[in-house]
């Protein structure tokens, strides 16, 4: 099953964004977001790659998802920030949904908090 062409996604401000989709390759997407230019373009990539077994339960599955913005400063220079979430899921029957569900809480729940991201932001660990 694949994602709609078209991805509705709220910004930080509750704002509903659409990326429209842009590329289609193999395991991979990109999305644009209709209200950014194409010179300083929001995207949104989503990849996926498959690990075979080498040994007896070592295969696993990664998916990630990127979230880009691309501004132009006074001297037109590019630079680009990004967000990406990885998952690295074995395919192993000991790895469930519910620890999965569990990550992923973490990780939103984490991210959440701007002085978790503002401590990350300047080298804390």
């Avoid at 709220?10 to 997407?29: D, R």
């Avoid at 075979?52 to 220079?77: E, I, L, Q, S, W």
């Avoid at 990004?82 to 990780?107: E, G, H, K, Q, Y």
Wanted: hydrophobic residues 40%.
């Amino acid at each position: 099953m694949a994602f709609a062409s078209t991805l509705t996604i709220n910004n930080a401000a509750a704002a509903a964004k659409s990326f429209v989709l842009n590329l289609l390759a193999g395991n991979s997407s990109e999305r644009i977001e209709s209200t950014s230019t194409l010179t300083n373009p929001v995207k949104m990539l989503i990849r996926h790659s498959y690990t075979p077994k080498k040994g007896v339960n070592d295969a696993y599955d990664r998916h990630a998802v990127t979230f880009t913005k691309a501004v132009t400063d006074a001297d037109d220079m590019v630079h680009t920030a990004s967000v990406t979430i990885t998952m690295t899921v074995p395919r192993v029957s000991d790895i469930t949904r519910t620890d999965l569900n569990d990550l992923l809480a973490f990780a939103r729940n984490f991210t959440g908090v701007t002085t978790n991201v503002d401590s990350l932001l300047i080298n804390e660990s």
